[in-house]
């Protein structure tokens, strides 16, 4: 065990020498690997099957409680050619979610010889907030829609949801957020969601586009081009799906992203993810989950997060190259505004973080002072690594204010919000993030109770970050043969990281690039750390990194490096 420099404890995760052993015999493993293996409790058995990810299970879309009785609705308003609208979440999830049931509709529709008409809505973040809207019912209702088919949201919109029905619309509820023990909306008309209860799907970790895709392969089940469609929709599920950072250690989840991967790396895109590709200096043949989580993921956020969400499902809907490329370029040029806007937020919110640091940090400034709804999530994310506490960063726009929760393992986000429901508009999420609108003059209040409610429900060591390590390794060892085998974990992502690794020596060649990052070498190993440059002094006299490794390629080089995470 190591106590870091930034206060986080690592902790070697136990591995049993005999299973260690029989890996690396029985499949010809590293050392190395063969431990990362063990460490996640992996036997030859289960990790043969684990390091074949394309081999996933995928799961009957039918034993998905609600499912049936949505695909019944689903194909009597093809039969009767009825008006059927999407409303989805304005993240990646919800906008991959509204891509992927409408091209299975599209397909359905064509199919039957129907003059069903499929129309989607995408909220608007600042206007209607999180979920399914009463703007979004109403606007359903003037149009004239029957069927509303919600994606990512719904699960916890009872409200919105009776509002429909009272209208005379029925609803399908397509969703992935709900809290043990919670109900689903008694007036919607089906309600495919894995965690409800008496739900005996086996997968409960699907994303929302997860979810998304067994509806979608239950409605193209007779369809003749099924397979290429499928694959097709592949990539939008495995975007969605490593971008909403759901489990990647579940067989399925794996399945849905290696599959999506291949697509992604082998296939012909259609102009719009070709234009999104090329913008995100994402080149096929080389894509990886941290590519989609890194690269892909943020620019599909930003539209939702600074504008409108509904860009991103009109730009891979499009068809011709040229405006294609138009739209992928304005999306990349939304994200380098969202980057900026990022920055500038971060700052001002570590300023005001109080001292001593409460259990739970609440922080808040005026939209007009640069306190952008769109960017508290990730800069409450910022926040929260910073002082090893839940963080809500808060935009105030007049006498209402709008939030975003990232929180630690010891404290569920959306139950500490339970805590504090009498002062709350409305809210939701889940264990590691939530989103909440309150009162602005409810806020000091808000920030009293939250951090009162952390300190009955959580001690001190809870807080205290605890930072797995995978294994230790020499500078030496890190190798172009290492890394070609540690490759074999991914997808990585949440549940399945990337090998997280300690190598200890001495620390040379320290420099420092742009003002914001710190390359040098340990034990004679290439290391980086991103953006660390404010971090610099930690680098003196320390004798150990955690990191994790990969393939740095530069100026036709390409050698092992270390991404580091914290010193020692």
């Not at 529709?109 to 129309?119: D, E, F, L, N, T």
């Not at 490759?487 to 200890?504: D, M």
Request: proline share 6%; hydrophobic share 45%; aromatic share 4%.
């Amino acid at each position: 065990m190591w106590t870091s420099r930034t206060g986080r404890r690592w902790e070697l995760t136990p591995a049993a020498p005999p299973v260690i052993e029989a890996l690396r015999a029985t499949l010809g493993l590293l050392p190395l690997t063969a431990r990362v293996l063990a460490a996640r409790g992996h036997d030859v058995g289960s990790a043969t099957a684990f390091l074949m990810p394309l081999e996933g299970p995928l799961h009957d879309p039918f034993v998905l409680l609600g499912l049936p009785r949505a695909v019944e609705r689903i194909e009597r308003a093809v039969a009767n050619s009825e008006h059927i609208r999407l409303v989805t979440d304005y993240d990646v999830d919800g906008t991959t979610s509204c891509l992927i049931l409408h091209a299975a509709l599209d397909r359905r529709i064509h199919a039957a010889g129907s003059r069903a008409v499929v129309s989607y809505h995408v909220p608007d973040r600042f206007r209607e907030g999180y979920g399914l809207s009463a703007l979004a019912v109403e606007t359903a209702a003037a149009d004239g829609v029957n069927l509303l088919v919600t994606a990512d949201i719904g699960v916890r919109d009872h409200a919105t949801v009776s509002q429909a029905r009272a209208a005379g619309l029925d609803v399908i509820v397509v969703d992935h957020h709900l809290p043990s023990g919670e109900s689903v909306p008694a007036d919607a008309y089906a309600v495919v969601c894995p965690p409800q209860a008496g739900c005996p799907y086996p997968n409960k970790a699907l994303a929302a586009c997860g979810v998304s895709l067994k509806l979608a392969t239950a409605l193209l089940a007779d369809d003749p081009r099924r397979d290429d469609v499928l694959r097709s929709l592949f990539k939008l599920a495995a975007i969605g799906t490593v971008a909403d950072v759901v489990d990647l250690s579940t067989p399925e989840n794996r399945g849905i992203v290696a599959r999506g991967l291949r697509a992604l790396n082998a296939d012909r895109h259609g102009p719009g993810l070709a234009a999104l590709l090329e913008v995100a200096g994402a080149a096929p043949g080389k894509l990886d989950a941290g590519a989609l989580g890194f690269r892909i993921g943020p620019r599909i956020n930003a539209a939702g997060r600074l504008k409108d969400a509904n860009a991103v499902v009109r730009l891979l809907r499009e068809r011709d190259p040229a405006s294609a490329k138009a739209q992928a370029h304005a999306l990349d040029g939304l994200n380098r505004e969202r980057q900026g806007i990022q920055e500038d937020l971060a700052a001002a919110a570590m300023a005001r973080i109080p001292d001593p640091t409460p259990g739970f940090v609440v922080v808040w400034g005026p939209e007009e002072e640069g306190w952008h709804r769109g960017v508290v999530g990730i800069v409450a994310s910022k926040v929260r690594d910073r002082v090893h506490r839940p963080a809500a960063v808060v935009a105030v726009l007049g006498s209402v204010a709008t939030g975003s929760i990232r929180s630690v393992p010891a404290v569920h986000a959306v139950r500490a919000l339970d805590a504090v429901a009498d002062l709350l508009v409305r809210y939701g999420g889940h264990a590691a993030a939530a989103g909440f609108t309150v009162p602005a003059e409810k806020l000091p209040e808000l920030a009293t109770r939250l951090a009162a409610w952390v300190d009955a429900n959580a001690g001190a060591e809870d807080l205290v970050p605890v930072e797995a390590v995978d294994a230790t390794t020499s500078g030496a060892a890190i190798t172009l043969a290492l890394l070609e085998e540690l490759e074999r974990l991914e997808p990585c992502g949440k549940g399945n990281p990337s090998a997280r690794i300690v190598v200890e020596g001495a620390i040379t060649g320290i420099r420092v690039v742009k003002d914001r990052h710190i390359f040098f070498q340990i034990d004679g190993a290439d290391a980086v750390w991103w953006g660390g440059a404010d971090q610099r002094e930690l680098l003196s006299g320390a004798r150990a990194v955690l990191g994790t490794v990969g393939l740095n390629e530069w100026n036709g080089r390409t050698n092992a490096r270390i991404t580091v995470e914290d010193v020692a």
